[in-house]
């Protein structure tokens, strides 16, 4: 498997999660005799996609906000994104920074709120 080959592979096998461990790349490289430069190019191939170079998987990944830094059992709800997550206080809190900034914003959206269903769907 030749250098781009082997980064496609990783990408993949990363998408879940955006983690690859050393192993999984290690297991992707190990018929391959790749130069140093090939190596940095892989990292940087890897870390321009977003995803990260790990040592071992965690069992039961526990994620955080990526702003505030609370972990799922100490708020309402995560909301993922590309590279991270928010939490609902801290989305409350950029609505209110927002709302401050721009109070026009705010009645704007507050139709469109009243209008989304808050309870969960049986």
Sequence with gaps: MKLPE?????????????TITFDQLNGLIET???EPEDIESLFAALRDAGINIVEAMNASP??????????????????????????????QLCVG?????????????????????LEPKS
């Design 6 to 18: 082997i980064i496609r592979a990783a990408i993949q096998l990363s998408q879940a999660n955006r």
């Design 32 to 34: 391959e005799k790749l």
């Design 62 to 91: 526990e994620v955080a906000c990526s702003f505030c830094g609370k972990r799922e059992p100490e708020i309402l709800q995560l909301i993922a994104g590309a590279g991270g997550f928010i939490c609902n206080e801290c989305v």
């Design 97 to 117: 920074i927002i709302a401050t900034q721009n109070p026009d914003w705010l009645d704007q959206h507050r139709q469109f709120l009243t209008t989304l269903p």
